[in-house]
Structures are given as C-alpha cells and as structure tokens.
Nanobody, 119 residues
Framework: VQLQASGGGLVQAGDSLRLSCAVS????????MGWFRQAPGKEREFVGS????????YYSDSVKGRFTISRDNAKNTVSLQMNTLKPGDTAVYYC?????????????WGQGTQVTVSS
C-alpha cells in the first residue's frame, strides 16, 4: 500500500491550501481515509476522517468549520481543503488509511507534507 501526499507549502494566515493524497495498492473505495498532523515538539493529532462512500466525515474541534475532507473514488484520492489557515495549523500533514473513522485508527501512512502558516 502506498500513500503519496502533496500540496503543502508556505502560506500566510487567512489563506487557503488544498492537500491531496494518492493511494495505491488496495481497493480504495472500500476503506476509510483520514488526515493527521504533527507540529514540532507535539504528538501527531487527528484532523479529519471520511468513510468509504464520502458521506460521513469527522473533524477535530480545532479545524471544524475551516477544513473539509473529501474523496474521489474514481481517482483513488483523498483531499483536505484548508481555509482560513492559522499559524497554529503549521505542521506536517499525513494521510492514512483507516480501519476505523471514529475514533480514527490508522493502519497505513503516507510520508507527510509540510504546511507552514506565517502570521
């Protein structure tokens, strides 16, 4: 199983950014997907998750209302639209396949993509 995250970068507070994750090596439409992040000196934390159909999503309180997770089962991709970014959103963002979406329990991880939000 391979997960390739992309789309990170350096943005200013208030800007938007869209992360994508391409998945291969499994039947993508059968698995839940999630995004996590890890800031320097902190533990990895849950950001959002989505079920196999895309009809059910969950978010951490810190991003609810600003971030949106979505998936395209025809393209084997999951995305994270991040709006109104804050410096506190600075972290390495990881996509993962999930064996459970709530609580989100990951089994396979991508390599991470850096998001830096300047004030």
């Amino acid at each position: 199983v391979q997960l390739q995250a992309s789309g990170g970068g350096l943005v200013q507070a208030g800007d938007s950014l869209r992360l994508s994750c391409a998945v291969s090596g499994l039947t993508f439409s059968n698995v839940g997907m999630g995004w996590f992040r890890q800031a320097p000196g902190k533990e990895r934390e849950f950001v959002g998750s989505i079920n196999w159909t895309g009809g059910i999503t969950y978010y951490s309180d810190s991003v609810k209302g600003r971030f949106t997770i979505s998936r395209d089962n025809a393209k084997n991709t999951v995305s994270l639209q991040m709006n109104t970014l804050k410096p506190g959103d600075t972290a390495v963002y990881y996509c993962a396949t999930l064996r459970s979406i709530n609580p989100a329990r990951a089994n396979f991880w991508g390599q991470g993509t850096q998001v830096t939000v300047s004030s």
